[in-house]
């Protein structure tokens, strides 16, 4: 897992200073610690100075006591305040963003807190004129990576060839109880049943096969931090596999044990990579674990 690097923070602006010379992609790809993407998309917005000047070539070359500036915010993003949505990138195509736990994907039941009005209202302020379509979705208590397609065709290429496209997808959990494997594979067949509780069967029931490989990041005697990599992406399968193995994941009303430390579901989704739907260009986007996580392993 990368961890993300030490610099300085300054008002809008991170600062590095250069120590060898290397081109300007290949250096901030090595001491930033975020992804070819974010950082690609950065360059392109204009966000990059180099003593004081704005630089978007990929390839120039940095020289040591070089003083590199990279903006927090790429321009059409300046101005956009959420406690619920952080956008982590934006094309004409698509947008990548992180969202909290307690907000909905979409528009649901009597809730008007969802992403999809967050992101609306968004495009409508940044004279954009388009609207988010939901591709993939994330329970309301889950937090993490999602991306939304902002026209009908991209939407549509993402939705028929989603699993195509997603080359690797991963969750990381707080579950309960000390596992006892390091790591494994979860395979069963997931059915809902007439109260859309999901339960799952060893053998063929009529349902959805689903796999699931964990690996374990910590423990302790009471919880266990536990990563999860999706092979099939069905309803609620993290949380059912979870439950399967003895471990059901921390603060999970429908299928946990009432052990809930940190009051919230302990579910985050950190890794999200995919092939770019419209130029194939490979996207590789990662958020931090939960420091409320990492605190229950100090």
């Not at 250069?18 to 790809?29: F, G, I, Q, W």
């Not at 500036?69 to 094309?91: L, M, P, T």
Request: one cysteine or more; a positive charge.
């Amino acid at each position: 897992m990368r961890l993300n690097t030490g610099y300085n923070q300054g008002g809008d602006y991170d600062h590095l200073t250069v120590k060898e010379a290397a081109p300007l992609l290949e250096y901030l790809l090595n001491n930033m610690g975020q992804s070819r993407s974010k950082v690609k998309a950065t360059l392109q917005g204009r966000g990059i100075k180099v003593d004081g000047k704005t630089v978007t070539q990929f390839d120039f070359m940095l020289q040591p006591g070089m003083k590199i500036a990279v903006s927090k915010s790429k321009r059409n993003q300046q101005g956009f305040k959420s406690r619920y949505v952080k956008i982590v990138y934006e094309d004409r195509w698509l947008i990548v963003i992180e969202k909290q736990a307690g907000i909905l994907s979409m528009a649901g039941g009597h809730s008007s807190l969802n992403v999809k009005t967050v992101l609306d209202n968004y495009f409508r302020q940044s004279r954009q004129k388009c609207t988010a379509h939901v591709v993939h979705r994330l329970d309301r208590d889950t937090s993490g990576l999602m991306v939304y397609a902002k026209d009908m065709d991209t939407e549509q290429i993402l939705e028929h060839s989603w699993h195509q496209l997603v080359y690797d997808r991963r969750y990381v959990a707080v579950v309960s109880g000390e596992m006892e494997d390091d790591e494994g594979t979860l395979r069963s067949w997931l059915k809902d049943n007439k109260a859309y509780i999901t339960y799952s069967s060893p053998v063929d029931n009529g349902g959805k096969l689903a796999i699931t490989h964990f690996h374990v990041l910590n423990r302790t005697t009471e919880h266990s931090l536990v990563e999860f990599r999706l092979e099939t992406g069905r309803k609620n399968q993290i949380r059912v596999h979870s439950a399967d193995l003895g471990h059901p994941v921390c603060g999970d009303t429908k299928y946990g044990n009432g052990d809930n430390p940190l009051h919230r579901l302990c579910l985050h989704a950190w890794l999200l990579c995919f092939t770019h739907p419209v130029t194939g260009e490979r996207m590789e986007f990662e958020t931090p674990i939960p420091v409320a996580f990492r605190h229950l392993f100090k």
